[in-house]
């Protein structure tokens, strides 16, 4: 490696290096000083943790409050430190590569500074609005700012880090052809290595999940509504009872098109457990780093930039709450649809148009509203192909991008309109109520849309559906933005997402579910990360038109784009880093919280409850017809019956409170933290039919209720 670059201008790059560190400083100052800074990023355990480590100091004020004291310099000393170090690791390693220069300190800090130009005026924008923002009487701003500054922290602080790492490297300025690059001996070896990380990442992954998933069940946290009630489907078409759970209105069909589970048919016949779907569901969503880092490798042409962007899949935080949810909830079909999702994509891409449709088809059975995010697809990828030279377009491609369009908007269309409405005795899909004052049926949303666009345009154009676009592109690095076709092929889905308005009143604790947006604490986000990632995979491809017209034009403010190895990296470290405030998976501060509600002591190590509710288990029948309340409602599931003990009015009781005639047990758990029922005398059966019902003296230490019907 020649270094072309003379050695006075070290000083020069130093002090351009050094700058970047100082307003990147700056920004942590700011947001970790802000008093509602340590509520809103962490608990308050980690939060004094971490501020020590930076070398701040964190008090608690007599309300209970906690104030942060981070001094500007100790941060920056702290940061350089950091920056000096991974300088140092760069240059050894460019030292050992072959044809390495004696000089690549300058080069590393000349080119890292070069890449951080755009971060140094993003800082200083911000923290001009950040101090002025409480000038005003914006309180949307103000708002606007605090929700994106845990985003725009790790997006500085990825950029920072990947810059340096990434620094005197050899990005290719070609037309990023996958296919000539990996043909080379070297390319092969480096694409069998990075696939083997690659691999061994997601096995540790998938480990992970499940590991996590089996100590919430084994804890007595998982949900029946949403999650074992999916193994409870599979229970009663192998005994009979029609594909459904007792939870439902009738047949599962009236609630969702969602058959996708019913493909594991076959291994609940080997195996019936909710478990074994639990495991299958954290592999479908540990596979997916495989199209990610096939579409990544096709576009960029770099076995090493495919292997960064496919890491950055497993730290992706709205990913997480996919596998758990914010209320716990750890099982959804989504989870078996996102994998066909994206190999459909991945196969379209390389022109292997009958597997990606089967793989699309399958993706179809996860819910009806995936067929939105396919159709688009389907529309995607005709823009692309009519976008290129007459000679070059594939009428095969063609046929088949409208074809897939076309049908997915009759599936949906088939499946709102007529299909759901027939299974539920013409009552409109249930979720049209998610939708708040804008109507309670697709007629009314339409009628709203057409009627009153600014109500519509009101809820589009607002704080939340920023906040929303932040959090889903940011672990990516924003790298997606940069192709707003491709990420086009989500706007239905997303502008749907962000019409949604469920109830957000307060609930149980600071922590409380219902106090969080559903997007992407939920679930409902799900088809839209196969379309970010596929966006963010053809944005490293170098040399395009649109590439070269902003290189040209804006040059000093895209720089932090330019480079697929860099903009990959700054991807990995921005999900590394977004994760950090916001996942409840080990690579967030919040599972090692001790005080936290969903850290690891609270939810992973103690199932005491779990151990008590199975020795009652031992001694009821199989043949009973059991009600309980959630939670322990996940583990009676393959009892004759197993119905829902709520206020809850249920069909299977002629929506009459209280529970079904031939019930045989109650169940009532009296130490969950949303448990309405604490002792005997609040129990209405006992209450209002003692002749009825006979109290149980197995109550598993005075956790459970149980009931046993005196016939």
Same mark, same amino acid.
């Given at each position: 490696?020649?270094? *072309? !670059?003379?050695?006075?201008?070290?000083?020069?790059?130093?002090?351009? !290096?050094?700058?970047?560190?100082?307003?990147?400083?700056?920004?942590?100052?700011?947001?970790?000083?802000?008093?509602?800074?340590?509520?809103?990023?962490?608990?308050?355990?980690?939060?004094?943790?971490?501020?020590?480590?930076?070398?701040?100091?964190?008090? =608690?004020?007599?309300?209970? =409050?906690? *104030?942060?004291?981070?001094?500007?310099?100790?941060?920056?000393?702290?940061?350089?430190?950091?920056?000096?170090?991974?300088?140092?690791?760069?240059?050894?390693?460019?030292?050992?590569?072959?044809?390495?220069?004696?000089?690549?300190?300058?080069?590393?800090?000349?080119?890292?500074?070069?890449?951080?130009?755009?971060?140094?005026?993003?800082?200083?924008?911000?923290?001009?609005?950040?101090?002025?923002?409480?000038?005003? #009487?914006?309180?949307?701003?103000?708002?606007?700012?605090?929700?994106?500054?845990?985003?725009?922290?790790?997006?500085?602080?990825?950029?920072?880090?990947?810059?340096?790492?990434?620094?005197?490297?050899?990005?290719?300025?070609?037309?990023?052809?996958?296919?000539?690059?990996?043909?080379?001996?070297?390319?092969?070896?480096?694409?069998?290595?990075?696939?083997?990380?690659?691999?061994?990442?997601?096995?540790?992954?998938?480990?992970?999940?499940?590991?996590?998933?089996?100590?919430?069940?084994?804890?007595?946290?998982?949900?029946?509504? #949403?999650?074992?009630?999916? =193994?409870?489907?599979?229970?009663?078409?192998?005994?009979?009872?029609?594909?459904?759970?007792?939870?439902?209105?009738?047949?599962?069909?009236?609630?969702?098109?969602?058959?996708?589970?019913?493909?594991?048919?076959?291994?609940?016949?080997?195996?019936?457990?909710?478990?074994?779907?639990?495991?299958?569901?954290?592999?479908?969503?540990?596979?997916?780093?495989?199209?990610?880092?096939?579409?990544?490798?096709?576009?960029?042409?770099?076995?090493?930039?495919?292997?960064?962007?496919? !890491?950055?899949?497993?730290?992706?935080?709205?990913?997480?709450?996919?596998?758990?949810?914010?209320?716990?909830?750890?099982?959804?079909?989504?989870?078996?649809?996102?994998?066909?999702?994206?190999?459909?994509?991945?196969?379209?891409?390389?022109?292997?148009?009958?597997?990606?449709?089967?793989?699309?088809?399958?993706?179809?059975?996860?819910?009806?509203?995936?067929?939105?995010?396919?159709?688009?697809?389907?529309?995607?990828?005709?823009?692309?192909?009519?976008?290129?030279?007459?000679?070059?377009?594939?009428?095969? /491609?063609?046929?088949?991008?409208?074809?897939?369009?076309?049908?997915?908007?009759?599936?949906?269309?088939?499946?709102?309109?007529?299909?759901?409405?027939?299974?539920?005795?013409?009552?409109?899909?249930?979720?049209?109520?998610?939708?708040?004052? !804008?109507?309670?049926?697709?007629?009314?949303?339409?009628?709203?849309?057409?009627?009153?666009?600014?109500?519509?345009?009101?809820?589009?154009?607002?704080?939340?559906?920023?906040?929303?676009?932040?959090?889903?592109?940011?672990?990516?690095?924003?790298?997606?933005?940069?192709?707003?076709?491709?990420?086009?092929?989500?706007?239905?889905?997303?502008?749907?997402?962000?019409?949604?308005?469920?109830?957000?009143?307060?609930?149980?604790?600071?922590?409380?579910?219902?106090?969080?947006?559903?997007?992407?604490?939920?679930?409902?986000?799900?088809?839209?990360?196969?379309?970010?990632?596929?966006?963010?995979?053809?944005? *490293?491809?170098?040399?395009?038109? /649109?590439?070269?017209?902003?290189?040209?034009?804006?040059?000093?403010?895209?720089?932090?784009?330019?480079?697929?190895?860099?903009?990959?990296?700054?991807?990995?470290?921005?999900?590394?880093?977004?994760?950090?405030?916001?996942?409840?998976?080990?690579?967030?501060?919040?599972?090692?919280?001790?005080?936290?509600?969903?850290?690891?002591?609270?939810?992973?190590?103690?199932?005491?409850?779990?151990?008590?509710?199975?020795?009652?288990?031992?001694?009821?029948? =199989?043949?009973?017809?059991?009600?309980?309340?959630?939670?322990?409602?996940?583990?009676? *599931?393959?009892?004759?019956?197993?119905?829902?003990?709520?206020?809850?009015?249920?069909?299977?009781?002629?929506?009459?409170?209280?529970?079904?005639?031939?019930?045989?047990?109650?169940?009532? #758990?009296?130490?969950?933290?949303?448990?309405?029922?604490?002792?005997?005398?609040?129990?209405?059966?006992?209450?209002?039919?003692?002749?009825?019902?006979?109290?149980?003296?197995?109550?598993?230490?005075?956790?459970?209720?149980?009931?046993?019907?005196?016939?």
């Amino acid at each position: 490696m020649e270094n *072309t !670059l003379p050695l006075r201008r070290l000083p020069l790059a130093i002090l351009r !290096l050094a700058a970047a560190v100082a307003a990147i400083a700056s920004v942590m100052v700011a947001i970790f000083n802000d008093p509602a800074g340590a509520s809103l990023w962490w608990p308050g355990d980690t939060h004094q943790m971490f501020v020590s480590a930076l070398g701040g100091t964190v008090s =608690e004020q007599v309300s209970g =409050e906690l *104030t942060t004291s981070l001094q500007w310099i100790p941060l920056f000393l702290r940061t350089a430190a950091a920056v000096v170090l991974m300088v140092s690791v760069r240059a050894f390693v460019l030292r050992m590569s072959p044809g390495g220069s004696r000089s690549t300190v300058l080069q590393i800090t000349t080119d890292a500074a070069q890449k951080l130009r755009t971060a140094v005026v993003i800082s200083l924008v911000w923290l001009v609005i950040w101090y002025l923002a409480p000038l005003s #009487d914006s309180t949307a701003l103000s708002g606007l700012i605090s929700g994106t500054a845990s985003s725009l922290l790790s997006f500085l602080l990825a950029m920072l880090f990947s810059s340096v790492l990434t620094a005197a490297g050899s990005d290719p300025s070609g037309s990023g052809s996958g296919e000539a690059a990996a043909a080379t001996a070297n390319g092969r070896l480096s694409h069998i290595v990075c696939m083997s990380i690659l691999l061994a990442a997601a096995v540790a992954w998938q480990c992970t999940s499940f590991w996590m998933n089996q100590r919430l069940y084994a804890g007595l946290n998982v949900p029946h509504g #949403d999650s074992a009630m999916y =193994e409870e489907h599979l229970w009663n078409i192998w005994h009979g009872k029609g594909f459904r759970s007792y939870l439902d209105q009738g047949l599962f069909l009236g609630e969702h098109i969602q058959v996708i589970h019913l493909l594991l048919l076959p291994l609940h016949l080997l195996h019936p457990s909710y478990l074994m779907m639990e495991w299958v569901s954290s592999a479908c969503l540990a596979i997916c780093a495989i199209p990610v880092y096939r579409m990544t490798l096709r576009h960029s042409g770099r076995p090493t930039v495919a292997l960064l962007l496919g !890491l950055s899949w497993f730290f992706c935080f709205p990913m997480h709450f996919l596998d758990i949810a914010i209320d716990l909830k750890t099982l959804r079909p989504s989870c078996y649809g996102l994998p066909f999702l994206f190999w459909g994509i991945d196969l379209a891409e390389s022109r292997r148009l009958r597997r990606a449709a089967v793989c699309l088809f399958i993706a179809l059975l996860t819910q009806e509203d995936f067929a939105i995010v396919i159709g688009s697809i389907g529309f995607v990828f005709l823009a692309l192909e009519l976008r290129r030279p007459m000679a070059e377009r594939c009428s095969q /491609t063609i046929r088949w991008s409208t074809a897939v369009g076309i049908f997915s908007v009759v599936w949906v269309l088939a499946a709102v309109l007529f299909v759901i409405p027939a299974f539920r005795d013409g009552a409109v899909v249930h979720y049209s109520r998610y939708f708040g004052d !804008l109507g309670s049926s697709p007629g009314d949303l339409l009628r709203t849309a057409l009627t009153a666009p600014i109500r519509i345009l009101q809820i589009l154009i607002s704080q939340r559906t920023l906040l929303y676009l932040v959090v889903l592109t940011i672990p990516t690095g924003f790298l997606a933005w940069k192709r707003p076709l491709h990420l086009s092929a989500g706007l239905l889905t997303f502008v749907m997402l962000s019409l949604i308005q469920l109830d957000n009143s307060p609930g149980s604790g600071a922590e409380s579910a219902s106090a969080l947006p559903p997007v992407p604490y939920h679930h409902f986000h799900a088809p839209l990360l196969p379309v970010i990632f596929w966006a963010a995979a053809a944005a *490293t491809r170098t040399g395009s038109s /649109t590439s070269h017209a902003l290189k040209s034009r804006f040059r000093s403010l895209t720089c932090c784009l330019a480079g697929p190895q860099f903009a990959a990296g700054t991807a990995l470290l921005c999900a590394v880093f977004s994760a950090l405030p916001n996942s409840l998976f080990p690579c967030g501060a919040t599972f090692w919280s001790d005080t936290s509600l969903f850290g690891r002591n609270n939810l992973y190590e103690q199932h005491e409850r779990g151990r008590q509710l199975e020795r009652i288990l031992s001694e009821i029948p =199989e043949s009973a017809r059991v009600a309980s309340t959630d939670y322990v409602h996940a583990r009676v *599931t393959h009892y004759e019956r197993s119905y829902d003990y709520s206020g809850y009015l249920r069909a299977v009781n002629n929506y009459q409170p209280g529970v079904p005639a031939d019930t045989d047990y109650i169940i009532i #758990d009296t130490t969950h933290r949303y448990s309405e029922i604490r002792r005997a005398e609040d129990v209405p059966e006992l209450r209002d039919h003692p002749d009825q019902w006979d109290l149980l003296p197995e109550t598993g230490n005075g956790m459970f209720l149980v009931l046993k019907r005196n016939r």
